[in-house]
């Protein structure tokens, strides 16, 4: 069984920053490819980034040249650099891994962007 921890949720104002990060632990098999969802109420989730282990990217046209995403794959931790924030940008965003031994899930972190 493989647990991801995400963290960096929270409050902040329109035009702020902030850092999301998910700390993969457990039976860890090779992971592929690690990613951000978000997910607001009567959506579906939708992707808002992922990375390869080998480091290639892609985002979400919405956020493109505003977050960031980066990973340590020592660490099994993947991280979301979120900039210039718009309060569309206010969801829950979860964490997820593509691994050999199955695909999981973070249990989501909230990002409210409001003033």
């Known amino acids: 069984q493989v647990?991801?921890?995400?963290?960096?949720?929270g409050l902040v104002q329109p035009g702020g920053s902030l850092r999301l990060?998910?700390?993969?632990?457990?039976s860890i098999f090779t992971?592929?490819?690690?990613?951000w969802y978000r997910q607001t109420p009567g959506k579906q989730r939708e992707l808002v980034a992922g990375i390869t282990r080998g480091g290639s990217t892609n985002y979400a046209d919405?956020?493109?040249?505003?977050f960031t995403i980066s990973?340590?794959?020592a660490k099994n931790t993947?991280?979301?650099?979120?900039?210039?924030?718009?309060?569309?940008d206010t969801a829950v965003y979860y964490c997820?891994?593509?691994?050999?031994?199955?695909?999981?899930?973070?249990?989501?972190?909230q990002v409210t962007v409001s003033s």
């Not at 647990?3 to 949720?9: A, K, M, T």
């Not at 990060?21 to 457990?26: D, K, T």
């Not at 992971?31 to 990613?35: C, D, T």
């Open 21 to 26: 990060s998910c700390a993969a632990s457990g």
């Open 3 to 9: 647990q991801l921890v995400e963290s960096g949720g």
């Open 71 to 73: 990973r340590d794959n």
């Open 62 to 66: 919405s956020v493109k040249g505003r």
């Open 78 to 88: 993947v991280y979301l650099q979120m900039n210039s924030l718009k309060p569309e």
């Open 96 to 109: 997820n891994a593509d691994t050999a031994g199955g695909v999981y899930w973070g249990q989501g972190t």
């Open 31 to 35: 992971v592929y490819r690690m990613a």
